[in-house]
């Protein structure tokens, strides 16, 4: 039933004499607290925060004196009480709800200072289903949202980082709280439980294997304010969910500017990539422009397989993000501060290589501790007008494939490692993507086109300047193979591929022309591999 507004003016300044103080991250709670008694202000609490308190030598009274009921079920229930939420919910001005705390003997609470139980950190630990559901905060977030929603009268508190603000603004205002700060506090407080629960409703989803709920939250942490998004006219934040999971959100930056929005994608998009390969079977490179490889390699050493990812398309690495699968050393770092490059992201980097990046102030270099896992599960989420597109993250592998030769001709033992490569590479480009790989390096990418087969020439004319860069006679592509993110529907991109120099093909077929495409391949004495799994990426 919807319950009709009171038509009370809401007061600018309120006066703070009675604060709620329970807390699970005590951060900073005997100084805040010792401040607001300072001010006059009494205090009350609960379990930990009362018992560090009064170890203080704070004047605090225990909740179950207000309640007149101690905790119960291992703390389970302390604060679901009328005279909690009554002196939190009460409207001041109103005569019927002043009536009602007089006859109850409900004091008010002018301030509520709280923070949650840390779901997030301990799922991501990898707690067991138990554990997750005991560090679900029922009380804290009860109190957090009443004390919000009435924040005419209520100062809520849920971030100790927000302690010394409330406390000058009621120096500022002897003893008072101003609107403007309890409106803007009552969002943060909203904004973190609404994150909160979609922690909770989120982890309980994959926990029972739901992926598509009937409801599906969104929620994260500000980490940053952006200058700006994609372009100067936009605004951006960069936001956090937790997630267990090595990149550039949990990296740290250990110099270099402030990274952008684009920046941000980008270097996603570049550790993903180069995630897909083993550190233990080789060293790998992936340089990434605009979200797409512009080249990547593997090889014995890391700074052969950089300087062979950078061969394939040295224009486009200008400005581009370098992802590695293996620690940073100082003769790789000595190569990329050649061309000008706006991130590095490795797992992690030796003292001589960090001393090399650090002649150059305005290059970024992320050290994430480790490599993000390319079959782990997770949640994609991109926004459409009115609604949200949720699918599971791309975690197919094609080392776990069931790969199936085609063609008359079987692929050499080298054509199909290569194969294997260039397509844990195509997995990574827009679509339509193609891909021209030798000798474990990317020799021509074509990405993000409206037909396949104007990809497969955009990727030999990028791999015929490449060879005219490196001062080559023979094309990059000559007895390289191809690798195509979906079907062929045609076999003209598959001749594009022919033409350009590719004795092999990978492609997940599929197509109602497969038969014809496969039959062109004979005829042009191609080997040909089908996974059955396609890597669409837009």
């Known amino acids: ?79 679901l009480h009328p005279k909690v939420h009554g002196g939190l919910l009460a409207i001041r001005d109103d005569t019927g709800h002043q009536s009602a705390m007089t006859d109850h003997g409900i004091a008010g609470i002018d301030l509520f200072c709280g923070n949650l139980y840390p779901f997030e950190e301990v799922v991501a630990r990898g707690a067991d289903y138990a554990t997750g559901v005991e560090n679900i905060d029922i009380g804290g977030p009860a109190m957090t949202r009443a004390a919000a929603k009435n924040h005419a009268y209520v100062t809520v508190v849920t971030d100790p980082a927000d302690y010394d603000r409330v406390i000058a603004e009621m120096d500022e205002n002897n003893g008072r709280t101003p609107i403007a700060l309890r409106k803007s506090l009552a969002l943060k407080a909203f904004a973190r439980t609404a994150a909160y629960d979609a922690a909770v ?12 709920p009937a409801n599906r939250a969104v929620g994260g942490a500000l980490a940053e304010v952006m200058r700006y998004g994609e372009n100067p006219h936009q605004t951006a934040g960069f936001y956090v969910t937790g997630e267990n999971r090595p990149g550039v959100a949990t990296a740290r930056q250990v110099q270099g500017k402030t990274l952008s929005y684009n920046n941000i994608n980008d270097t996603d998009a570049a550790f993903e990539l180069v995630s897909e390969f083993d550190p233990e079977r080789a060293k790998a490179v992936a340089i990434i422009k605009h979200a797409n490889p512009c080249g ?29 699968n293996t620690p940073l050393d100082a003769a790789t770092a000595e ?24 002649a150059k102030k305005n290059l970024r270099l992320l050290l994430t501790g480790g490599l993000a896992d390319p079959r782990s599960k997770g949640t994609f989420v991109k926004s459409v007008a009115g609604g949200l597109l ?23 033992a080298q054509e199909l490692a290569d194969l294997k490569f260039a397509f844990k590479v195509a997995k990574h480009v827009k679509s339509n993507a193609i891909v021209y790989a030798k000798d474990g390096a990317t020799v021509g990418i074509g990405a993000g086109q409206m037909s396949r087969v104007d990809s497969a020439r955009i990727a030999a004319r990028k791999a015929l300047d490449a060879t005219e860069a490196a ?13 195509s993110d979906a079907f062929f529907p045609f076999a003209d991109g598959l ?25 062109a391949a004979d005829d042009a004495g191609l080997a040909m591999v089908m996974t059955g799994m396609r890597h669409f990426r837009h």
């Open 1 to 79: 039933m919807a319950i009709s507004s009171k038509s009370v003016p809401v007061p600018d300044l309120v006066q703070v004499k009675r604060a709620l103080l329970s807390v699970y991250d005590k951060t900073g709670l005997v100084a805040f607290a010792k401040a607001l008694s300072e001010r006059g202000v009494e205090l009350v609490s609960t379990g930990g925060s009362y018992k560090a308190l009064a170890e203080a030598g704070l004047p605090v009274m225990d909740i179950a004196e207000v309640t007149g009921f101690p905790e119960i079920m291992d703390g389970r229930v302390k604060t």
């Open 495 to 519: 001749l594009s591929a022919a033409e350009a120099g590719a004795t092999a093909v990978i492609q997940p077929g599929g197509s109602m022309r497969d038969n014809e495409v496969i039959a």
């Open 201 to 212: 409703s989120n982890w309980l989803s994959d926990q029972l294997g739901e992926d598509t």
């Open 296 to 324: 990547v390699a593997e090889a014995a050493s890391l700074v052969d397989a950089y300087k062979m990812a950078l061969r394939c398309d040295p224009v486009s690495a200008f400005g581009g993000i370098v992802a590695l």
């Open 335 to 358: 190569e990329i501060v050649k061309v000008f490059t706006e991130v590095i992201i490795a797992p992690d980097a030796d003292d001589a290589a960090v001393a090399v990046i650090a």
């Open 390 to 412: 949720v699918q599971s993250r791309d975690n197919g592998v094609v080392d776990d494939l069931d790969l199936k030769v085609v063609t008359k001709r079987q692929p050499s």
């Open 471 to 483: 001062g080559l006679s023979n094309p990059l592509t000559q007895g390289c193979v191809v690798a």
